[in-house]
């Protein structure tokens, strides 16, 4: 098992590790040192700490990289064996308080080093979930966890916490997948599973949000950028690598309609929650068809047109 060519420092922690790992690594785990050291910083700490603390890499502000334990070895840095012996960990220079920002040096030099780390651990894809169950639980592909996982720490602060959904689109982006995923041709729909989406200026967790939520529906995508679409109604943009969020449904033209057929129990109120519309619209798109349509009044039956977000 090889370690990462682009270090440059390497201090082998004598004690403070676990040899060998007992799992194949397929996990990245980062973390924030909570100072603004350079990586021979960091690997002359874990070297010669008596904490029962290291890391397999150490990512100092200048973009210097440090070797603190072999890949080959599980690190001391989680506070969970099972994680650690799946995964490199990776101590990131940081500011000493919240958010814990990182230099555009140290922040760059990561994503190369995660990139790194991948390709020669056959990690084709890099998967990050803002659900805790998810991320410890590896489901639906996830491998990104954070120490606040697994104990009562704010690790990797808010700041690298936040970006983790763009570091896994640029290191994808790097390992030429495309984060994994081939998109239909836009304009196509998605489905958002979840109320509570953020919707965001850009394409990327480096963009603010919008201070709003697309709500559960079905949405028309325009445009596609580092696994992020862009919404037919300007609001901003989402993003599609969840599969517990998103469901891809397909390619779709600006006058494709979707309609919905009333059933035993609906409401407008929940029939434009689930879509991502309004009542009113709803009304509107409906009226001339079902002129007895109000807010109040649908009839089981009825063939609604839904109007597109």
Same mark, same amino acid.
């Given at each position: ?246 469901? $891809? ?48 009044? $649908? ?11």
């Amino acid at each position: 098992m090889s370690n990462s060519s682009l270090v440059t420092y390497t201090n082998i922690t004598k004690t403070q590790k676990t040899s060998p790992r007992t799992h194949t690594i397929d996990t990245i785990t980062i973390h924030c040192v909570v100072g603004q050291w350079t990586a021979k910083q960091i690997c002359d700490y874990f070297a010669n700490t008596d904490r029962n603390a290291s890391c397999n890499y150490g990512v100092g502000k200048d973009g210097s990289i440090g070797l603190c334990v072999d890949e080959a070895d599980r690190s001391w840095c989680s506070s969970n064996a099972a994680n650690d012996h799946r995964a490199i960990t990776i101590e990131t220079a940081s500011d000493t308080s919240s958010p814990y920002a990182v230099t555009t040096e140290a922040y760059n030099a990561l994503i190369k080093l995660v990139t790194d780390i991948c390709k020669r651990n056959n990690i084709s894809k890099l998967v990050w979930s803002t659900d805790k169950n998810t991320r410890v639980n590896h489901l639906n592909g996830a491998n990104m966890t954070v120490h606040r996982d697994y104990a009562n720490k704010s690790c990797p602060g808010d700041y690298l916490y936040n970006k983790m959904g763009d570091i896994a689109s640029q290191v994808n982006s790097l390992l030429g997948t495309s984060n994994g995923t081939a998109y239909p041709t836009v304009p196509f729909t998605v489905q958002v599973l979840i109320s509570d989406l953020n919707i965001r200026k850009g394409a990327g967790t480096n963009y603010a949000t919008t201070g709003k939520y697309t709500g559960k529906g079905v949405f028309t995508i325009t445009e596609v950028s580092n696994g992020w679409g862009k919404l037919k109604s300007g609001a901003g943009w989402i993003y599609l690598e969840n599969s517990s969020y998103v469901k $891809i449904l397909g390619t779709t033209s600006t006058s494709t309609t979707v309609t919905h057929t009333v059933v035993k129990g609906d409401t407008l109120t929940a029939i434009a929650s689930k879509y991502g519309t309004t009542v009113a619209k709803i009304v509107e798109a409906n009226k001339s068809k079902y002129s007895k349509l109000t807010a109040d009044y $649908i009839v089981v039956g009825w063939v609604l047109t839904i109007p597109q977000s």
